[in-house]
């Protein structure tokens, strides 16, 4: 098992031979092995383990137990006790989720403590199993049919070759004692029903089942890859990219005869799931919307435009930008005293009459009854009406950052600024304005 271990590192992580590794370790058998093989293999390791505090003194013996290995192989040791069941019923969720909550917000904490690089968990080629018939009995797409993924980020499951069979009986042929969390044994949770019920059928009608299981894992990936190929090279036909919004051409995108999974695709990590609404909007009048939990989809003219959910959040919040400064929030914008009048022609850079304006600029959203004097035009304009005749959509107005100085506006943010502060032949400071992307 250690050589088959060796190798796989060598072969799939070669990345983790040289960096510092914190192991997630319970004092399960998965977890006790995947320790002393990678002690045997002389990595450079650290050991957390969380004490949930769920079963009272078995969890304190846990902790104990493998703080004490620790000190026996040389590894150091980090441990932490959390009151799981009031975090539970303080932000109401399962004691599972509150338990997986709590150790994942330690162990990014922990690496970013003490500048370790990656996180090993013990997850194991039946843990894969179970999770796929988890997300198979709930309804899925292919991303949850794969499984547990060797990598994600800073997480790596180096173990996941090996069976829980595999595991135990090295434990056992070594004399490596281990930790039982009897709660393992109870069905009441999906996960532990599965594993006590449902996996022994599939091993005992197909004694190579673990082998195919890691075939069509195999197959699936492969599978995902090439859907993530072609998606790609779809969606930048399709999709503009502008800050955190997109725009997606419906007449691009009708090109394809499936083009319908391919916009469920790009929308699912936006949180998007109730593809009728979606399916509809595609043909809808302009104007319309959707919204997921962080995102909206409008459909404007012939294009759909996904954009964050905050864009069209009342936002009564001013900033301020004061002179030779520049500000990052809400977007960047700098200025800065010029010499002369730049031959620019960029919308995101103004060039103004300094001694017109009064320091601090104020940059705030839009507002109702808002007026300005284009630049190059006679008398004022209502922003609704400039809004309308530019044909900006409801979600680009609603996003607009209108840069003021004192009651009168100067410029909207990367579009046109107000006549009253062009520069003119009497002009003796000339301030350069420009929005950073």
Same mark, same amino acid.
């Given at each position: 098992m250690l050589v088959k271990l060796k190798t796989h590192v060598q072969n799939r992580f070669p990345h983790l031979q040289q960096a510092k590794l914190l192991l997630a370790v319970s004092g399960g058998v998965d977890s006790i092995v995947m320790l002393r093989l990678f002690a045997e293999l002389k990595m450079d390791i650290a050991v957390a383990h969380c004490n949930f505090q769920l079963r009272d003194k078995e969890s304190d013996g846990d902790m104990e137990f493998v703080k004490q290995l620790c000190k026996q192989l040389g590894v150091p040791f980090f441990g932490i006790r959390f009151d799981t069941k009031q975090?539970?019923?303080?932000?109401?969720?399962? &004691?599972?989720?509150?338990?997986? @909550?709590?150790?994942?917000?330690?162990?990014?904490?922990?690496?970013? #403590?003490?500048?370790? @690089?990656?996180?090993?968990?013990?997850?194991?080629? @039946?843990?894969?199993?179970?999770?796929?018939?988890?997300?198979?009995?709930?309804?899925?797409?292919? #991303?949850?049919?794969?499984?547990?993924?060797?990598?994600?980020?800073?997480?790596?499951?180096?173990?996941?070759?090996?069976?829980?069979?595999?595991?135990?009986?090295?434990?056992?042929?070594?004399?490596?004692?281990?930790?039982?969390?009897?709660?393992?044994?109870?069905?009441?949770?999906?996960?532990?029903?599965?594993?006590?019920?449902?996996?022994?059928?599939?091993k005992k009608s197909n004694a190579g089942f673990l082998n195919s299981f890691k075939n069509s894992m195999m197959y699936l990936n492969e599978a995902h890859s090439l859907i993530e190929d072609a998606s790609k090279d779809f969606y930048d036909r399709v999709v503009i990219e502008e800050g955190e919004t997109r725009y997606f051409s419906i007449a691009a995108l009708k090109t394809r005869g499936n083009y319908l999974a391919y916009l469920h695709h790009w929308l699912l990590p936006f949180g998007f799931k109730n593809w009728d609404d979606v399916d509809v909007l595609v043909d809808a009048p302009t104007g319309k919307m959707i919204f997921s939990d962080t995102a909206v989809l409008l459909k404007n003219r012939e294009q759909l435009i996904l954009a964050p959910k905050s864009v069209l959040d009342d936002d009564k919040?001013?900033?301020?930008?004061?002179?030779?400064?520049?500000?990052?929030?809400? &977007?960047? &914008?700098?200025?800065?005293?010029q010499n002369e009048r730049l031959a620019y022609e960029d919308k995101d850079i103004i060039f103004i009459d300094k001694d017109q304006v009064k320091f601090p600029l104020l940059l705030r959203k839009w507002r109702e009854g808002d007026s300005f004097y284009p630049l190059g035009m006679h008398g004022s304009k209502k922003l609704s009406k400039y809004f309308k005749d530019e044909k900006y959509?409801?979600?680009?107005?609603?996003?607009?950052?209108?840069?003021?100085?004192?009651?009168?506006?100067?410029?909207?943010?990367?579009?046109?600024?107000? #006549?009253?502060?062009?520069?003119?032949?009497?002009?003796?400071?000339?301030?350069?304005?420009?929005?950073?992307?």
């Open positions: 975090y539970a019923q303080v932000n109401g969720v399962s &004691i599972q989720i509150a338990a997986r @909550d709590l150790r994942y917000q330690w162990f990014d904490t922990l690496l970013l #403590d003490k500048k370790l @690089d990656f996180l090993l968990t013990a997850h194991h080629l @039946d843990d894969s199993v179970e999770t796929f018939l988890i997300n198979f009995s709930r309804g899925t797409g292919l #991303d949850g049919l794969m499984g547990i993924p060797e990598q994600n980020h800073k997480i790596v499951r180096p173990i996941l070759i090996f069976s829980r069979e595999e595991i135990e009986q090295h434990a056992r042929e070594n004399g490596w004692d281990w930790r039982e969390d009897h709660t393992n044994a109870e069905t009441k949770y999906l996960r532990n029903k599965i594993r006590k019920e449902v996996v022994p059928i599939f919040q001013v900033y301020e930008l004061y002179e030779n400064e520049t500000i990052t929030k809400p &977007i960047i &914008i700098s200025n800065e005293q959509s409801q979600i680009e107005k609603e996003s607009a950052w209108i840069l003021c100085s004192e009651t009168q506006i100067v410029w909207i943010v990367g579009g046109r600024m107000d #006549d009253r502060f062009k520069i003119k032949s009497t002009t003796k400071n000339i301030l350069k304005i420009q929005l950073i992307k």
